[in-house]
Structure formats: structure tokens, C-alpha cells
């Protein structure tokens, strides 16, 4: 088994143990939400890039099917985005949020940094890693405002109908 199935292998094992671990139960659904769509994104941004020659997967689970790293768009970064959204220190002060988002694009900088220097997972032709944790920042971000618009139109809409009901 080469090194990077090893690695693939480890990701899959540390998000399955992450999953119940931190994402709290009253939760649940919001972390679904953001789940899937951060899934959405990264799976069309990565076919998008891979199809643009800007990236390249010469070692992916599914050679014959895409282009694109399965694991990495489909199951790890989706992950981090749910952590990211439903951990987020909204009460915090700016600089602490704004540590909140060095923090977590650091971390996804230095895994893209090795994993693109050290194994055959992921290798930039025509983009570089700055612009790549850009664009996860943008989805971090985008994805954790589009939970938050969702499930504040829902709070009001259980609120309307709740006062409605007392009325009656």
C-alpha cells in the first residue's frame, strides 16, 4: 500500500471518529446543512479546477470516474467547513475571530502544503496554494453565512407561527 492510500485511509478514520466527537446532537442539523453544501462547492470547485488543468489528483479513489480527490472534497474539507461554521466565536471580539480564521486556514494551508510537496495527492499546475486557501476561505465563510441566514429564516417562521397560535 503506497503512502497515500495510507494517508486517504487516515483522513477517512479521523473524520468517522470527529464526526460524533464534535459536533454536539442539538446540533445535528445544522451540521448536516453545512455539510452538504460545503460538499456542493468543493466538489464543483475541484472538478472546475481539475477540468481547467489548474490542479491535478494523479493518485484519486476513482481514477476512471473524475479527475478530482474524493476524500479531500468530499469528506475532509466538508468536515472542517461544518467545524469551522459551528464552532465559530460569534461572541468573540474581531481579533478573536479573526485568529478564529487564520487558525483554520493555516492548518488547511499546511495540510494542502504537504500533501502537495510530499505525495502524489495533489499537484498545482496552474494555481498555487495561496489561491487555494483563498477560495476555502471564501467557502469557509460563504457556506457559515448561508447556515446562518437558513436557520435564522427558520427561528422567525417557528416564531411567526407561534404567535399566531396564541392568538387563536
Known sequence: MTVERVI??????????LIPVMIPKHRAREAV?????????TWSM??????????????????AA?????TNNYIFFPLVSTLFALHYPSQKSV????F????????????????????????????DIYLHMLLLWIVLNAVRKYAAWFFQREIRKEDIEGRAERRL
Not at 46 to 63: C, D, H, K, T, Y
Not at 95 to 98: I, L, N, Q, R
Not at 101 to 126: A, C, N, Q
Request: charged letters at 10%; one cysteine or more; proline letters at 3%.
Open 33 to 41: 446543512l453545512l455539510f452538504l453544501s460545503t460538499q456542493m462547492i
Open 100 to 127: 478564529y480564521h487564520v487558525r483554520t486556514v493555516l492548518l488547511i494551508g499546511i495540510y494542502l502544503k504537504l500533501i502537495s510537496s510530499y505525495t502524489e495527492l495533489l499537484d498545482y499546475i496552474h494555481f
Open 95 to 98: 481579533a478573536g475571530k479573526f
Open 46 to 63: 475541484s472538478l472546475l479546477l481539475v477540468e481547467w488543468q489548474a490542479i491535478e489528483n494523479p493518485i484519486r479513489e476513482f481514477p
Open 8 to 17: 486517504l485511509i487516515m483522513i477517512w478514520v479521523l473524520c468517522i471518529i
Open 66 to 70: 473524475s479527475g478530482s480527490n474524493f
